[in-house]
């Protein structure tokens, strides 16, 4: 994995153009018999919460090239009346895919990749957490992809430390599920998605469709100014400088 792709400046482009290089590699796999479609989960977020929006306004004004004219002033009128603008609110969209069935639409795997969201904010949290859990104690098969270092862990007994996992619940393993942990420095591993047995050998190379994902949105040579989020020490901290100058 590539520390730098965990920053937050980065991280939300990434998330986008990898689930959209899982749903490129699912497709020829699955078709005819089912499709695949991106989903997403929506946050509402306000300032009370503690995030606030910074957007780009409807109107700018800036000042022109100057010329011979002398500059004029500007004069305020002052309002009878002074309040307060109400704290922005907003949404905030974390992709997933789905595959459904074909012939009678019904849901056969959500796959999950983890963003902050899931993983810091505590309702955001037990937002998802309850979607999760609602989905393991059905028949539709899960898959979680954990590629943040930061935040805290899902809910998993026994979990190993690890600096990255994937997740492989098929409905008829349960409470089994199958667990993935990967290091830092580690490849990205091939993945199977479970599925019908009539498409029991769906795969996802997660480290190949990594590359594509980086190497579409041009991130070398851009994402690497600064540190990696959260921070690396010692040996790894090392590994990632020469990865950002042999990227640059």
């Known amino acids: 994995m590539n520390p730098y792709i965990e920053r937050d400046a980065v991280w939300s482009d990434f998330h986008f153009g990898f689930i959209n290089a899982m749903r490129r590699a699912l497709v020829p796999q699955v078709q005819p018999e089912f499709y695949v479609k991106i989903d997403a989960h929506i946050f509402a977020l306000s300032g009370d919460e503690g995030r606030r929006l910074i957007g780009r306004p409807d109107v700018s004004l800036a000042r022109r090239a100057t010329d011979d004219r002398t500059e004029g002033t500007v004069a305020l009128l002052d309002a009878p009346i002074r309040l307060r603008l109400p704290e922005p609110a907003f949404e905030e969209r974390v992709l997933f895919l789905q595959v459904f069935d074909s012939e009678d639409h019904s849901l056969v795997t959500v796959i999950e990749l983890l963003s902050p969201t899931n993983k810091n904010k505590k309702k955001d949290r037990d937002q998802f957490i309850g979607k999760r859990e609602d ?114």
């Open 135 to 248: 989905i393991l104690q059905s028949s539709v098969h899960y898959v979680e992809i954990d590629l943040l270092r930061g935040g805290l862990r899902m809910p998993l007994e026994e979990m190993p430390a690890c600096d990255y996992y994937v997740l492989v619940s098929a409905a008829d393993d349960r409470p089994d599920v199958g667990f993935r942990p990967i290091s830092l420095r580690e490849p990205l591993p091939t993945i199977p998605i479970p599925m019908p047995e009539s498409k029991s050998n769906v795969r996802l190379p997660l480290q190949e469709l990594l590359h594509q994902a980086y190497d579409e949105a041009g991130y070398a040579g851009r994402i690497y100014s600064g540190s990696p989020q959260p921070r690396l020490h010692g040996n790894d901290a090392k590994w990632a400088r020469q990865l950002a100058a042999n990227a640059s």
